[in-house]
């Protein structure tokens, strides 16, 4: 971002001379400032000022300074200013477009307050202000009226709009900012206070967020909600002042903040949506910044200042040169300016969306740019300046093409795109692969219709044969136009109403798009063009010009031989010209602009004007063809008397006259009426008869009452029907005699068809037939006989039937004997007509044996008539099967006479397989032919087929089979020979294959010399032969001296090496050396060099070997060769510092030859006298040595007596060798070779008496030398143990590990040994060795004896940590009672741990009981657990047993928890209760019937029993957890009776009022099961009201778990019951949707009988029945124990007090009990007994 200082607009004041507000106009050309002389001075875009004009005070009266200008903005068109004044008052002038223009006050708006902001959003037509008493208003450029946006209780300090100009916020003294929208764009913000800034927002912007500043100098960034985004504290930055006004850029991406002598810029990063801060502009001297205004187009600010001062930035992000034609600005991420550097014009590119602008690129010769984004694709038109963004994820292969001035034509991957300029939305997208300009035409608003505002069409190829046209507005497809040639050219006219297209062949068609009619224009048309502005069509075919001028009649056209071809058409001033291009020339050729001026008024719909053109010419066919168009427009528009004129010219005398009356009509009923006489009835009437709309004629009559005046017309026209049908309708009373005129009439006319249809109408069906047959129409007559009954029928029937045979009405007639049953006649009657269908059918129904026949019969007449294909079928139904062939042959359905073939078993004629075969044939499906032909018997056709055809493979295999071998041979043999002598040698070769001789081919090849194609027929039928061939053609091609054919085949042959033998004969040693270098490598190249000097010898060798860089190399090989001549004479003549090498290798060679004195010679030349003597020394030449050494090098001496030393040590002779050695010098050698035989005594003596310093090295080596041996290392250490090296013996013994030694025994007794010497001898060591052995000892698994070891230094705890690693815990143990007390915890400790990790439950019993239970209970062994636990005491058994049943509980065991506590007891802990709750909802969840039913809830309600009893015991009866298990306990009860009472039919009230009453225990019973169940109850009783209210109550709750929460419950119809309210939400519902479905139709149905009441019955206390508390009393009656009712009387007491029964409910119990053998019920009545006590009276009363 660069914000570049570039003009001093206002020069600054010395003192206060403040800006108080400066604007932008909208088109960037004036920047308004205002002083605080409450002056207005405008400057241009430059920023030179072109006029000022003083401001005027609200009341005059108070003199012109009693106020000053606080704001000021420019209005959308930049031709008014708005001028906020603090004397509450808003004036809005006129400054007008240009400079020096009148300025003149528009509108005024008078206020109660100050305006303190003010802005005019570009949106909008009015603008915003501010004012001091807090309200923001909103008023026009005209009038003095304004409207309160909003108000507030605080100053408005600010205003700010977003990039759109759609909102707007306000910033307020206290803080506050408010946000409104005119328009939130989708957005679906909020308006009203956003945020609270911390101090006053008088530098307020909104771009991509709000920033907002003020006077505690920090700057904080809002997002769309209100939060804070982004923070910037300057308060510490001691030269930072308050922050005094803020400005975003037009695109919102960068927003800058003044404040004294500081500009701060933050840029928005959308990538990372984040404000980031540049560089700020610091301008000393500048003062506080009171006024910012950013151009519209982003490229400049201007900043207002306390002295008066106006500065001028250029803002830019960005500068390119594209072209060197245009400069692209960029100033913002969205947004580019765009200048013409020609022109200066300029242009901004703007992303509506806020997406940064990525390239931009000018196309179409400079006049159209395109810019991309991420998400857009932003087009413009810079000649109109109109742009346009659309959303666009292409591929960025995109063609874009601008042929069309209105419209960018998009082609992408198949689909074409229009874009129309200044839209911003796509105007269609079509699917074509065809893009060419000149095959696509769109036509947008290019003449203005008076039928539509909005037309916009296009034509397009869908392919190459069919154009589409489709209405661009709605996407309708107007017209498909298919056509039966290629399409190369289509054009649609200005209206898109004619289209115009030219094929591949030049002709030339037009189409009507609304009729869909096509008309062929013109053959060979080279050129055509409409003429713009109008509809006529300029063509030229070869030397003819062709022009429509009325293309409403194509076959009117105005011809012109021209000379040359034409290459444009122009029309302008009123001119039209066609230009042809002739040779050089160009000659102009002008069009009769009267006609073309015709043609546009008749689009216009200007008849006046295209009659007064007419008027001026003579009748030729072109302007009779005007003259008709104009005729029929006048008459439509109803323009009768141009219409007349019209027709008058055009000579039709007879529409003159009736126009005419229908003009002289109008006239007389205008006159007489006052009334326009087109509209009147009978006007309007002759105009519908005119054009024939009888039926609007009509109507016009009847709604005028004219009935008679309707028939009239209609007879007039001989229109009968219509006439009698409006009398019938009207009920005229002469509709009889209407009829019979009519009748009369067609009698007299002869139209006896339609008098025998009026008769057949009325049902007179023999007079109708009568007519019928005296109108010849034997047929209509036939049809009413099949149809109706006839009298006198058979006569009748005859009669016509013979007439229909007669006339060869066979069908009909046929027809007519079927339907009258004459099933013969009308068999024969079809197969006289040759109608064989219904011949078939009838004959399937009467005459079954005929049907084959009829069908062969059939076929063979389809065959007379060439319609073999349909024969086909025929004849297969006839079981004919060689017609059925011979017809689908016939037919050429080929396919068809195959499978025909192919499904039979008899064989097929030889002549149909023979025609088949010889079909296929022709085309070459050699395949199916060779089936026929083998099937007719014709294999020797067949092979000739494939012989014929090439095909020889094929046709040796046939002709095998068919021909004698030697004939086939012959024959192929003298094929091959033919073809070769005629050069077609690969057909030659295919067919000596075929015949098995490839040789012959080889030889062929051979001979031609195509030795390529041999070696490929070698390679494949004789491929072991294949590089022996190539070898021999290779020498033959030697011999023949064709050499690089040869080189190459024997490269091929794998002998690169002949091929260089070859170079080297013929003396081509530079492809010598080139062969071997590519195959051989770079040695066998050298190699070939070196021959090749050799053969030159000399000066010449040295020179060739020179130019490869190979002297040195040549030497070497030479001497590796032994060609030491040649050798020495390249060195002596180039490489003479080779020379003692060469010696000495020379040397080597005669040594290995055995010529040693020779060799000796050559030595002494190369100066390697050493080396002689070390040859004789090899070969024991001791005397020959030593002289040699004597004389040439004294130092080799010594070497000798070595080497005489080293003999001798090899013979054994060591005392002699000692001696050599010792001669030399070399004690070292003699104690080598000792140590070498294990002689380390005699080495240990050299060492003492010549060697003394190296004597404790020795003594090291020694005895490491004796290696890892096991019995070495302890002799060693026994021999340092003998000689009192107790210290070295130790080391020595500790020197043995297990990675020497793998018996660990003798590891063990080893390592004893140590420790007993170093507790003997080195007691100061004695710790540190039996800490290494006891490591050592522990590492293999002896911790005993390690531990033994510890003991024996006092190391009680290590001995003890071992003993309990080795698990000698008794040991261990022992040792810590007794001897080391100190470590008995510790070690008691280690072995509980011990027998935890092992699980030594039994163990562990006697030492720790408590980690034995834990244990066990950790194992899940909770037999052995509570065994264990039982013997501790009660209050560890009942925490065991507690523990048992919360595991069974979490695996699912919950009944097993159950009984568990049933065996042990149910103790009354606290420590229990969630285990009692948990089991009691866990069995209440459970869904259970039948005898499970009962036995669960049995066995928790005696649980309870026990526990509730357990707890009334003890001290936790004032809790209140006796009254919560007392609740769940009569729940169990109660569910447990009910689960019983279900099963008792006597107790079914029982049964259903325990039902209910659970609904009491909903807190702890599945409620929406609880209703259920209780509905259901209560239905079965007929408790119809309960059983609505309980299922609707169970639907709701279904539908509340569901949804996952009670709160839309509605609990009206329980207000005044106990039954509880919020109830635990199940994880799921009780029954699923389709099960529910009965119960909500049960519901559906009663909720429409008006007899049931659909709320609670009422007992006589007013409450819901069941209900045990008063809701006014709160008082609360007892449940009974067998009901769950509430007890109010005839009770029934028990022993125990607070049990009670109704009585009527216990006697029908005890009864039920008593009379049924029901365990369950016996059950119930002793749990009753138990838990209540007896009844007080236990007699029953009644």
Known sequence: MQLRHIKSVLPSQDGPQKVTSLAWSSNNSKLAVATIERSILLFDDQGERKDKFSTKPADPNLGKKCYIVTALAFSPDSTKIAVGQSDNIVFVYRIGETWGEKKAIVAKVSLTSAVTCLMWPPSQQSFVFGQADGKVRLAGSKGSKSQILYTTDSYVVSLASNPSGQGLISGHGDGVIVRYFFDDEGTGLSQGPVCKHSSAPYALAWGSTIVAGGCDQRITAYGNDGKVVQHF????????????????????????????????????????????????????????????????????????????GVEMFEYCLKRVVYKNKFEMTYVGLSQVILKDLSTSKRVILRSHYGYEIEKVQIMGHDRFVVARTSNTLLLGDLATFKLSEIAWHGSGNEKFHFENENVCMIFNAGELCLLEYGQNELLGSVRTEFVNPHLISVRINERKQKSTTENKKMAYLVDLHTISVIDLMSGMVLSNVTHDSKINWLELNETGKKLLFRDKKLRLFLVDIDTGGKVSLLSYCSYVQWVPQSDVVVAQNQGTLYIWYTIETPDKVTTFSIKGDIVSLERQDGKTEVIVQSGVDTISYTLDEGLVEFGTAIEDEDYIRALLFLETLQITPESEAMWKTLANLTLQARQLKVAQRCFAALGDVSKVRYLQEINDLADRVEMETGVPGIDHYMVQCKLALLEKEFKNAESLLLEQGKVDEVIQMYQKFHKWDQAISVAKNKMHPNVAALEESYLQWLMESGQEERAGELKEQNRDYSSAINLYMKAGLPAKAAQILMNHEVSSQQSIVESVSSTLTKTGLFEMAGELYEKTRLFPQALEAYKKGKDFRRAVELAKQAFPGNVVDLEEDWGDYLMQQKQYDAAIKHFIEAGSISKAIDAAIQARQWTKAIQIVDMQDMDIEEKFCRQLAEHYATTKNYELAEKYFMKAGLAKEAEEMYFEGGQWETAYRIAVSCMAEEDVQQKYCAKASQLEKNGHLRDAERLYVVSGDPDQAINMYKNTQQYDHMIRLVKQYHEELLQETHLHLAQDLEWKGQWHPAEQHYLDGGDWKGAVNMYRAQGLWDDAYRVAKSKGGQGAANQVAYLWAKSLGGESAVKLLSKFGLLEAAVDYATDNFSFDFAFEIARAALKSKLPDLHLKYALYLEDEGKFKEAEGE???????????????????????????????????????????????????????????????????????????????????????????????????????????????????????????????????????????????????????????????????????????????????????????????????????????????????????????????????????????????????????????????????????????????????????????????????????????????????????????????????????????????????????????????????????????????????????????????????????????????????????????????????????????????????????????????????????????????????????????????????????????????????????????????????????????????????????GFVANKEDWNNFVIATKSSSNNELQDVLQFLNKWCGAPSNPSLKF
């Open 233 to 308: 504290d300057y308060s510490q930055d001691g030269e930072e002042k308050e922050f005094t006004c803020a400005i975003s850029s037009p695109s919102g991406h960068t927003v800058v903040v003044g404040s004294f002598d500081k500009l701060r810029v933050f840029n928005w990063l959308p990538r990372r949506d984040i404000w980031e801060e540049s560089q700020p502009k610091v301008i000393q001297n500048l003062y506080t910044v009171t006024a910012m205004s950013w151009r519209k187009d982003g490229s400049r600010i201007a900043i207002g200042t306390l002295c008066g």
């Open 1163 to 1697: 030595f002494v030349k190369s100066g390697k006298s050493k080396e002689a003597v070390l040859m004789w020394v090899h070969q024991q030449d001791w005397d020959a040595a030593q002289a040699l050494a004597e004389k040439y090098c004294p130092d080799s001496v010594a070497d000798v007596f070595v080497g005489q030393a080293r003999s001798a040590f090899d013979k054994k002779e060591y005392h002699k060798a000692e001696g050599y050695l010792l001669r030399a010098d070399r004690p070292d050698l003699v104690v080598k070779y000792y140590k070498e035989v294990n002689m380390w005594d005699d080495a240990l003596r050299i060492v003492k008496e010549y060697m003394p310093n190296k004597l404790d090295e020795f003594q090291h080596e020694m005895s490491t030398a004796f290696g890892t041996n096991t019995n070495d290392i302890v002799s060693q250490a026994h021999s340092w143990e003998q000689s009192a090296e107790y210290t070295r013996a130790v080391e020595t013994y500790l020197k043995l590990t297990v990675q020497v030694c793998e018996d660990h025994d003798l590891l063990v007794k080893v390592w004893m040994k140590a420790v007993d010497l170093a507790c003997k001898f080195i007691q100061d060591r004695a710790i540190d060795v039996v800490t290494l052995v006891c490591d050592r000892l522990a590492n293999i698994g002896y911790h005993e004896q390690a531990g033994d070891l510890y003991m024996r230094v006092d190391m009680m705890k290590e001995a003890l940590d071992m003993f309990m690693v080795g698990e000698a815990w008794d040991k261990a143990r022992h040792i810590s009672k007794n001897t080391a007390t100190q470590y008995e915890d510790y070690v008691e400790e280690a072995y509980v741990d011990f027998l935890k990790a092992n699980k030594k439950t039994e163990e562990m019993k006697s030492i720790d009981p408590d980690s034995a239970l834990r244990m066990y209970a950790d194992s899940g062994e909770w037999k052995k657990c509570l065994e264990l636990a039982e013997k501790q005491g009660p209050k560890v058994m009942d925490k065991y047993v507690a523990k048992y049943a919360a595991s069974l509980i979490t695996s699912g065991a919950t009944m097993s928890a159950v009984q568990l506590f049933l065996k042990f007891g149910v103790p009354p802990n606290s420590q229990n209760f969630n285990i009692y709750k948990k089991l009691c909802r866990d069995v209440f969840s459970m869904h259970l019937e039948g005898q499970a039913a009962y036995k669960t809830f049995s066995q928790l309600r005696n649980l309870l029993l026990q526990l509730v009893t357990g707890l009334s015991r003890s001290a936790q009866e004032r809790s209140g957890a006796l009254e919560e298990f007392e609740h769940y306990l009569l729940a169990a009860h109660y569910l447990a009776l009910f689960s019983v009472c279900t099963k008792v039919k006597s107790l079914g009230p029982l049964s259903a009022k325990l039902s209910i009453a659970l609904l009491r225990y909903t807190d702890v019973v599945p409620a929406d099961r609880a209703f259920y169940i209780a509905g259901s109850r209560a239905k079965e009783q007929g408790w119809e009201s309960m059983s609505f209210v309980f299922f609707n109550r169970f639907l709701d709750l279904s539908e509340a778990i569901e949804e996952g929460n009670f709160d839309m419950l509605d609990n009206t119809d329980f207000a005044n019951t106990d039954i509880p309210m919020e109830v635990p939400l199940p994880e799921k519902a009780f029954m699923n949707e389709d099960e529910r479905e009965d119960i909500k139709e049960w519901i559906l149905a009663l909720s429409m009988d008006q007899r049931v009441d659909q709320i609670l019955p009422l007992d006589e206390r007013g409450l819901y029945p069941a209900a045990l508390t008063t809701p006014q009393s709160k008082a609360r009656a007892l449940p009974c124990v067998v009901s769950g009712y509430p007890v109010l009387k005839n009770k029934v007491d028990f022993k125990r007090s």
